[in-house]
């Protein structure tokens, strides 16, 4: 039984007395009966006398560690009711027994705990599916709606507060999604009402009337709208990118320095009238108005030039002058008509008297002649007085609806005798239907009257002279002809042909009041007279009318 200190363990076990002697020992004495048979064995026999000591000396339990290979674990025993120790119990396990004890149990130990540590990642593993990859989820779920796009609700079934926040991010992204499709549509709503502004304002650039031009920095093209692409003959495409200077001609050094000043002091040059060169090399009058375009720091970005064709405002202008002549021409020819006829005629009575006394006493011939130029003569300045009378006379006031075609045939029934005397031709194109235009048939009846005239005096015998009516073809006036295969008026005449006392046939006759007397009626009336090339050659007169308000049809 003493084996059983040691189980499983192979060694040595030993009991001996305080003086050294075995009483048991597992190799020389098994039991009691070998006591006396076998010569006594003492502790001497095995171990060093300082193991002895030590093991004799022990009180408490000890181990003497590796002791001639062996580990010695030594307790005292008592035997007896004395209550002594006096006795000495031992076991001697070799240390390899040990080793190989430990190692097995360190091996079990190791595999204990490596068994451990994967029920414990396992574990962690389980933990991470249930805890990490909602919020992974959660993760690329908030990455998505930074980026603009719009996730899947997070589904998260922990019963935890994982959950409880996967929840919170559904709501939050629901709300913060529809948030975001609120400021796309108003975007969306503002971007179209810029682009809608935009290109109401590109409609009004690009169709507008003047000439828009938009310049960089260097004074190069970057806008040319319809209206300079009229104004100037040059396409969008020929003028883009180019100097303006170099497009439509250089400024002059009092120009420039103009433009210079302005520029800086105010930032505009407002109205500026000048000339400008077109694409077919003429220049024409324009006025400007150029301004510097800023950015937010005050430097220059650019410039905007509108350019407007001043030729109109100088017809305008002209005509406003010629207006002013006409009107201190009427007054001067209406008191000086009036101062001439008294006397004219007293002089026309006295020498008609004259001619009818020469006659009755058969008086010189060479007399009755010199009356008779004297009285045409006097009857020649009654003519210039009665023009310069209808000239001033204001006789359009009433206006009303006039029948064309009656009082063109009412003058050509009037005038062709005297076109048969001059061996002229005289033909008539009267439109049929042609509709009422507003004017005065009094007026009407001399303005054609004259115009005939005039074509009769200007065309020689065997010519024809044409007098034609016809609806304009916008339908909103009346034209009337008259064009003869004369000599035509020189381009560089007609513009003052109209003027009073301006005459091509100072040797026939002319007063030079005729013309002016047939637009100041016709300006009177509402209308206009023009001069053009007739197409069989000679001069063309265009008289147009506007059609009465009542009659348009």
């Keep these: 039984d003493m084996e059983i200190a040691s189980p499983n363990v192979s060694g040595v076990t030993g009991l001996a007395g305080t003086d050294g002697y075995f009483l048991y020992h597992t190799e020389l004495k ?13 502790l001497s026999d095995h171990f060093s006398p300082e193991v002895v000591e030590g093991m004799l000396a022990a009180v408490a339990p000890s181990v003497f560690p590796d002791v001639g290979g062996v580990e010695v674990a030594v307790r005292r025993l008592t035997l007896g009711g004395g209550g002594h120790e006096n006795l000495v119990l031992y076991r001697a396990v070799p240390v390899t027994a040990l080793d190989s004890r430990v190692t097995e149990v360190l091996t079990v130990f190791l595999l204990i705990g490596f068994l451990v540590l994967i029920t414990v990642l396992g574990l962690a593993f389980v933990a991470a599916e249930q805890i990490t990859q909602p919020i992974f989820r959660l993760q690329r779920a908030a990455h998505a709606l930074a980026e603009g796009g719009s996730p899947e609700p997070v589904v998260v079934e922990t019963n935890d507060e994982i959950e409880d926040l996967g929840s919170d991010f559904n709501r939050m992204a629901l709300a913060l999604e529809q948030h975001r499709s609120g400021l796309e549509a108003l975007v969306a709503e503002r971007t179209a009402r810029l682009r809608e ?3 109401r304002l590109g409609q009004l650039v690009g169709s507008s009337a003047d000439g828009i031009v938009g310049l960089d920095a260097d004074e190069r093209v970057e806008l040319w709208n319809r209206g300079a692409v009229d104004l100037f003959g040059f396409d969008a495409a020929e003028a883009m990118g180019r100097e303006l200077d170099d497009l439509l001609g250089p400024r002059t050094g009092t120009e420039s320095a ?4 302005e520029l800086g002091a105010h930032g505009a040059v407002v109205g500026y009238r000048t000339r400008r060169r077109t694409k077919a090399g003429d220049e024409i009058p324009v006025s400007l108005t150029m301004t510097c375009v800023y950015s937010k720091d005050e430097n220059v970005l650019g410039y905007s030039v509108i350019y407007r064709d001043d030729r109109p405002r100088r017809v305008l202008e002209e005509q406003m002058r010629r207006s002013e002549r006409l009107a201190a021409i009427s007054l001067m020819a209406a008191g000086l008509a009036h101062e001439l006829n008294n006397p004219l005629s007293v002089l026309g009575n006295r020498i008609e008297l004259m001619q009818r006394d020469a006659a009755s006493k058969n008086m010189n011939p060479q007399l009755l002649k010199d009356l008779d130029v004297l009285g045409k003569h006097v009857g020649r ?3 210039i007085t009665g023009d310069l009378l209808r000239f001033a006379r204001d006789e359009a006031d009433d206006l009303a609806a006039v029948e064309v075609n009656d009082v063109a045939e009412r ?3 009037l005038m062709g005798r005297v ?3 001059g061996g002229v031709e005289l033909h008539q194109r009267l439109a049929e239907g042609l509709p009422q235009a507003l004017g005065n048939e009094n007026v009407l009846e001399t303005v054609l009257v004259n115009l005939l005239l005039n074509a009769q005096q200007a065309t020689d015998a065997g010519g024809q002279v044409v007098l034609e009516t016809k609806r304009a073809e916008s339908g909103s006036a009346v034209i009337i002809e008259v064009r003869d295969d004369g000599p035509g008026v020189p381009p560089d005449m007609r513009r003052r042909i109209f003027e009073p006392f301006f005459t091509t046939k100072a040797g026939k006759g002319g007063t030079g009041l005729g013309l002016a007397v047939c637009r100041a009626l016709v300006d009177r009336m509402g ?3 023009e001069v053009h090339d007739a197409e069989e050659g000679g001069a063309r007169f265009v008289l147009t009318m506007a059609l009465d308000a009542k009659t348009v049809t």
Aim: proline share 3%; charged share 15%.
């Design 30 to 42: 098994q039991g009691w009966d070998q006591l006396l048979t076998t010569r006594p064995t003492s």
């Design 197 to 199: 502004a935009e290109a």
């Design 258 to 261: 103009y433009f210079r000043t």
């Design 381 to 383: 300045i009654g003519t």
């Design 411 to 413: 003058v050509l029934r």
């Design 419 to 421: 076109f048969v005397a």
């Design 527 to 529: 209308g206009t007279i």
